[in-house]
């Protein structure tokens, strides 16, 4: 199991659909790219940037009723790869009873908008980074590949993206 940091967020040149990219920051440095839906892309863009909603988003909540239940989030694990689907697990605790752990099952893009907001770590298996992860050549840059948009840019792309989505842009959504 190794530690993982996020380094960005891109999009794929030919498909327009989100990728969200898992750093290993010691040992082989592989790059672990998971594909993910565009709502959960923003979610994760929106505490990358530290920008407050007015009303709070699903990720925003969840971890307020973690937060305000005596609970905490220990850390997320990216535990499986199946069929080119990325399975992740949140381990939760009471605060200051990590013996008593319990996990439950998440997509990691739901885990990662939610371990940014609680400042969880991020893991991942072996059997996971040894099947989908990279060494990438010394021409790919990986560093933060978030958008340096300002919040306010941000916000506008929501409201757009809220206005214009529909139930299909949905349906190929993994991760």
């Known amino acids: 199991m190794k530690e993982m940091e996020l380094v960005g967020l891109r999009q794929h040149e030919n498909i327009g659909v989100p990728i969200m ?3 290993e920051p010691d040992g082989q440095e592989r790059i ?4 993910i839906g565009k709502s ?26 973690i937060s305000t239940s005596d609970m905490e989030l220990v850390r997320v694990e990216i535990v ?5 689907t990325f399975f992740a ?10 013996d008593n752990a319990f996990r439950i099952s998440s997509r990691p893009s739901d885990a990662i908008a939610l371990a940014i907001r ?7 298996v072996d059997k996971v980074l040894d099947e989908a992860g990279f060494v990438p050549s010394e021409d790919e840059e990986m560093e933060d590949e978030t958008d340096e948009e300002q919040p ?7 409201k757009e993206f809220i206005d214009n989505v529909s139930a ?7 991760g």
């Open 168 to 174: 299909e842009d949905f349906e190929a959504s993994k």
């Open 21 to 23: 990219l898992l750093k």
């Open 80 to 84: 499986d790869l199946e069929d080119r």
């Open 152 to 158: 306010e840019e941000v916000i506008e792309q929501f």
């Open 118 to 124: 609680m400042d969880a770590p991020v893991f991942a």
């Open 32 to 35: 672990l790219p998971i594909f």
């Open 40 to 65: 959960e892309a923003l979610a994760i863009a929106l505490a990358l940037e530290g920008v407050v909603s007015p009303r709070p988003m699903t990720h925003d909540l969840m971890a307020s009723l």
């Open 89 to 98: 697990e949140l381990e939760f605790c009471r605060k200051g009873d990590e």
